[in-house]
T-cell receptor, first 113, second 111 residues
């Protein structure tokens, strides 16, 4: 089955630690996205990538970093510089540009203690 | 930057009643997409509208895109318990490669 996987589903970290969230897709999609969702809120774009080895900042990139070394993978690192990292993180992909639907992974719920 | 607002934020309806959520953008959109997120789940694509004034139907769901391509609505006829969830609109800018998601409308059904 084709799809997007995110691991782990739940993640706990101590304040001041960097943490990397995994996102893998086997849909052969060109574009990948990271969103943050806070309780009762919409989705806010952190970073996105249209092609391998290239990515752009979204609306709330501060305190986050990404890489796109392979088409299938788009990991997100939440650094200690992110002031309020506890949230639900969603990864998505699209076949190409914005005219296509976004396929979402199951999400990772990060709690920083 | 582009902003997309949705109203209402919450809606509680009796099962069988109709439901409507409205989406408004600060800028003209190239297209609008609608997603549904069940409690504890992830957003799932419902539909995309591209043309000015476009109307699309999926069974009990009717989607509209405004003439100016700055607003949209989702109407559900005769709600069922399976309709529970949060409905998001998401707008695409011309020349952009990303979507801006609305704030969402959370629908709860009273049996």
């Amino acid at each position: 089955d084709g799809g997007i996987t995110q691991s782990p589903k739940y993640l706990f970290r101590k304040e001041g630690q960097n943490v990397t969230l995994s996102c893998e897709q086997n849909l052969n999609h060109d574009a990948m996205y990271w969103y943050r969702q806070d309780p009762g809120q919409g989705l806010r774009l952190i970073y996105y990538s249209q092609i391998v080895n290239d990515f752009q900042k979204g609306d709330i990139a501060e305190g986050y970093s990404v890489s796109r070394e392979k088409k299938e993978s788009f990991p997100l690192t939440v650094t200690s510089a992110q002031k309020n990292p506890t949230a639900f993180y969603l990864c998505a992909s699209t076949k190409d540009r914005v005219y296509n639907e976004q396929f979402f992974g199951p999400g990772t719920r990060l709690t920083v203690l | 930057g582009q902003q997309v607002m949705q109203i209402p934020q919450y809606q509680h309806v009796q099962e069988g009643e109709d439901f409507t959520t409205y989406c408004n953008s600060s800028t003209t959109l190239s297209n609008i997409q609608w997603y549904k997120q069940r409690p504890g789940g992830h957003p799932v694509f419902l539909i995309q509208l591209v043309k000015s004034g476009e109307v699309k139907k999926q069974k009990r769901l009717t989607f509209q895109f405004g003439e100016a391509k700055k607003n949209s609505s989702l109407h559900i006829t005769a709600t069922q318990t399976t309709d529970v969830g949060t409905y998001f609109c998401a707008g695409g800018d011309f020349g952009n490669e990303k979507l801006t998601f609305g704030t969402g409308t959370r629908l709860t059904i009273i049996p």
